[in-house]
């Protein structure tokens, strides 16, 4: 199976600052990789797929790159709502094997 | 409006079966494409992909709950039924159903989860 590494698993952050989260697989995924948020309570919400497309309705502020093994999760300048915890998640092996990282939780500064 | 919502019982006894039931609307399981999948996450830890089954009815599982899982789908009622047996409580967890609309690509819409709790 593939495995998803993320790092750092929490980080502390101010309003306004840029954070990178980094999301690394134990073998080549291509660009099949999604990014979730995800808010206490609440189910995980779809970022970017494809490693870099932005999903309908989500700021711009949010951003992804990276393909084959190591990938990026950019949040330009932090908001309040952005405090959450995130997820990778690749999807290349199908049949399915789909395996998400362990989550990187961002917490305010 | 594509919406995603699980269903069962909140508390399971060791050893038992548990049956869970995602009723979704706006789309159809019988469209070229769809599948819909079950995630689970327990009190404070990360996401685990359980199973998924395709509009074709193909079904695939995690390798390491395969033995315990069975996905099932009703096309005409819009429902994905998924059993487990013996339940564990380490199998305490938020279980949640997602789609994907045309594999391989990323749960676009979730339900939003139902907690399960294995206990004596």
Known sequence: AIRMTQSPSSLSASTGDRVTITCRASQGISSYLAWYQQKPGKAPKLLIYAASTLQSGVPSRFSGSGSGTDFTLTISCLQSEDFATYYCQQYYSYPPALTFGGGTKVEIK | ?120
Do not use: H
């Open chain 2, 1 to 120: 409006q594509v919406t995603l919502r699980e269903s069962g019982p909140a508390l399971v006894k060791p050893t038992q079966t548990l049956t869970l039931t995602c009723t979704f609307s706006g789309f159809s399981l019988s469209t070229s494409g769809m599948c819909v999948s079950w995630i689970r996450q327990p009190p404070g830890k990360a996401l685990e992909w359980l199973a998924l089954i395709d509009w074709d009815d193909d079904k695939y599982y995690s390798t390491s709950l395969k033995t315990r899982l069975t996905i099932s789908k009703d096309t005409s009622k819009n429902q994905v039924v998924l059993t487990m047996t013996n339940m564990d409580p380490v199998d305490t967890a938020t279980y949640y159903c997602a789609r994907i609309e045309s594999p391989p690509d990323a749960f676009d819409i979730w339900g939003q989860g139902t907690m399960v709790t294995v206990s004596s």
